[in-house]
C-alpha cells in the first residue's frame, strides 16, 4: 500500500511517518502532485497557523491537488481546520472540503485553557474511522481553535463546548486531535484509515 504524506509548512509530519512506520507502512512525504495522486491513501497533518499555511499551499498548488484526491484523505489537527471552508484565525479562507468554519475557544469559566491540551474522551462516533469499542476512549488534543458540531461530524468532543473532534465526507476523513499522539486507540484509527 502507498501512503502519502502532504510535505508542506507545518509540523508534525515526522511524528505520522513514525507512526505509520509502527505499522508497518514506510510512507512517502512528498508535495510532489503526481506521487499524491497516485498513492492508495493520503494523510494531511498539521500543526501550525491557518494563514501562512494556506498561502503556502496555494503559492504550491497543493490546495488544488489535495481539495481533487479521490482516494481516502485524512487531516490531522490544522490538517483537518484547513479542509473547512473557513477559518477565525487570522480570518483565513481554506480549502472548503467540509462546509464549515472554525472558531476561537472562548474561556467561560476560570479553569477554562486555552489551547485545549491533553487527552479527552470521543462521543458519538458515528465513521468508518471509528469501530465499536471507540466510543468514550481517550485521545490528544493540542488546539486553540474548533469545528462546532455540523453535519459532518464523525466524533464529538465536549471541552468549553461540545465540538467536532472528527469529521467524514465522501473520500475525506479529519480529526482534530492527534491519532499518532493517542497510543492505542490512536493506532486502531489509523488502522481503520488504512483499511478504508
Excluded at 81 to 106: A, H, P, W
Excluded at 157 to 162: A, G, S, V, W
Aim: aromatic residues 10%.
Amino acid at each position: 500500500m502507498e501512503v502519502a504524506i502532504v510535505k508542506y509548512n507545518a509540523g508534525n509530519i515526522y511524528s505520522v511517518d513514525y507512526a505509520l512506520k509502527r505499522l508497518g507502512i514506510i510512507p512517502t512525504i512528498t508535495a510532489d502532485p503526481e506521487l499524491l495522486q497516485k498513492a492508495d491513501k493520503v494523510i494531511f497533518p498539521g500543526v501550525g497557523e491557518a494563514l501562512s499555511t494556506m498561502e503556502y499551499l496555494r503559492q504550491h498548488r497543493l490546495d488544488e491537488i489535495i481539495i481533487n484526491l479521490k482516494q481516502p484523505v485524512l487531516g490531522i489537527c490544522l490538517g483537518m481546520q484547513l479542509m473547512c471552508r473557513y477559518s477565525e484565525e487570522r480570518n483565513t479562507r481554506c480549502l472548503g472540503i467540509f462546509d464549515t468554519e472554525v472558531k476561537r475557544f472562548i474561556p467561560q469559566r476560570h479553569e477554562d485553557k486555552v489551547p485545549h491540551m491533553g487527552w479527552n474522551t470521543l462521543t458519538n462516533v458515528k465513521s468508518k474511522l471509528f469501530t465499536t469499542g471507540l466510543e468514550n476512549k481517550f485521545v490528544y488534543f493540542v488546539h486553540s481553535y474548533y469545528v462546532p458540531v455540523n453535519e459532518h461530524t464523525a466524533a464529538t468532543t465536549d471541552y468549553i463546548e461540545p465540538f467536532s473532534a472528527a469529521l467524514h465526507k465522501n473520500n475525506f476523513y479529519a480529526t482534530q486531535f492527534h491519532p499518532e499522539k493517542s497510543g492505542s486507540v490512536g493506532e486502531s484509527i489509523l488502522k481503520n484509515f488504512l483499511n478504508r
